[in-house]
């Protein structure tokens, strides 16, 4: 490079710099605030996680939350999103948080990470990855355990190198980092662990952003980290109850800025339960107002909920072998609704924030153009129990003496199928079939004969086997969604043993259904239109079923409502995007939410994988314009 080019280069790295807008920011703790540029500084902020939102629609969500007056949106960083397999990364799509952080930025937005590596965020497994388990059967997770130590290590060498350009003393939105989350209510209150988790972050933060740990109230003890600012979680309450979690906290910190890190506006749902009670948006308001006054930091959590896509919804532990799963939405009774709709609540909280914070030059938003669309026929494929539909989209299968577990078959969610045949001996009838330890959902067949269900949710693990019924005794077992809250180490599958009256069932063949890669039930689909004449709606539909329905839309697409009623429990793609698991016949959740930008103008496909439904006709599916709970 000659001289008067190497100049050149070097103004343009200058100028380049030079639009670099720097800021030193920090906590000033005698006067118990934050600082941006030495002067005292208050954020608002929401709870938007990429994940839970298709990548289309992240620009206008977080415009629409910087239009409620927020100055800030937070988000969990989940690890199995970007490492689903061992020293396989994802950085893309939706798992492009670069362009999450940068889009928040351009809106006017600053960023507080919450990278985990443990979220909890009603994900599968808190958003640990499930390999894990595979790879270090014995790890202890979120303890000072040199495996796990070692596996945090590599994945934030991954995340966290990506992380550093954005941080806000390099000129990038990121103001916060928040280490570990919500350690107070984890059994182990592993302090070495901690710590090791402070220093590791900070290699990477360097200063340039403040560390914060997160607890509900009165759980410091341990949770708390030292030399991290610590934070607070908890909803709606009156003055004197939200003074008193202050005031256990002055206990073991003096002093600095007060957050609420995760203010409800609403809370999550399970399955098999009633949908959750519509938050009264006057106490949610009166609340924040109330912070807000006083100077206290608030991220409102949710302010976006968004959709658990694929089997990415976990569950929790309802204490004495309880189990809950978590529904398919996120909505969360969010300001945005799952679609980034604005609620009554938005606008109620946008006329909070705004007597505090100054107005931004940003639109308010306005519900979006919903679609209904007329009744689609489905056609039946066959059954994921036929030879050749077994064949084409198990990924391995495995014989072993006992029955193996998701985790040792390393497999992340979706079913195995377990077979063996019972002895010829057992003549009983009925004969009784006990499986120890279900984890989460057995569908019985004795060869193609559906016998029924057994349920960790419903504690049952006993059933009746007809004689007549064959000797292939034949279990579906579904991961519902490991708990995230907790139970850090949630193994799937057949874990104790299996008996036929008294006799062990030994000598297993076990077949991985992941259900995830669209491209060989893409093959099954294809294979039988060619072989067979369609006619969509004829036959029967029997548990396991594969159908699929074709569906055409004149127009832009608009988003939309899958209404499965009619249909049992199971998962359905739209598109080749698996949009969630169904369970409209327990509930809460019927419908479930479809993205526009999932939608194509033209011709679309719809299947469906139907777990336990056994009747004489094939129903329709149609598209709403309202989502349907309860």
Known sequence: MDKTKCVLFCLVILLKACTVEMHIFGIDYENNTFVMDGKPFQYVAGSFHYFRAVPESWGQILRSMRAAGLNAVTTYVEWSLHNPQEDVYKWDGIADVERFIELAASEGLYVILRPGPYICAERDMGGFPSWLLHKHPGMLLRTYDNTYLREVRSWYAQLMSRMQRFLVGQGGPIIMVQVENEYGSFYACDHKYLNWLRDETERYVMGNAVLFTNNGPGLEKCGAIEHVLSTLDFGPGSEDEINGYWTKLRETQPKGPLVNAEYYPGWLTHWQEPHMARSDTKVVVESLDFMLR?????????????????????????????????????????????????????????????????????PVPVPTQKMRLPPIPMTRVGSLLDADILRAISVRNITAHQTMTFEELNQASGLVLYEAIIPISIKTDPRKLQVQDVRDRGYVFLGDRFIGVLSRENQINMIALPLDGGQLLRIFIENQGRINFGIANDIKGILGNVYVNSIEIVNWTMYSLPLEDFKPIAEVIHLHRKKHRVVAGEGKLSPMSVSYGLFEIDNQPADTYLDPTGWGKGIIFVNHKLIGRYWPVVGPQVTLYVSKHLLLPGSNLLLIIEYQRDCDSIPSVTFSDTPIFN
């Open 294 to 362: 006083n100077k206290i930091n608030v991220n409102i959590y949710m302010f976006y909920g968004g959709t658990n896509y694929g089997y990415t919804a976990g569950a929790n532990d309802q204490g004495v072998g309880g189990y809950a799963a978590d529904i398919t939405s996120y909505d969360y009774d969010a300001p945005l609704d799952e679609s980034g709709d604005p609620t009554p609540k938005y606008f109620a909280i946008r006329d909070t924030i705004l007597k505090y914070f100054p107005a931004p030059n940003v």
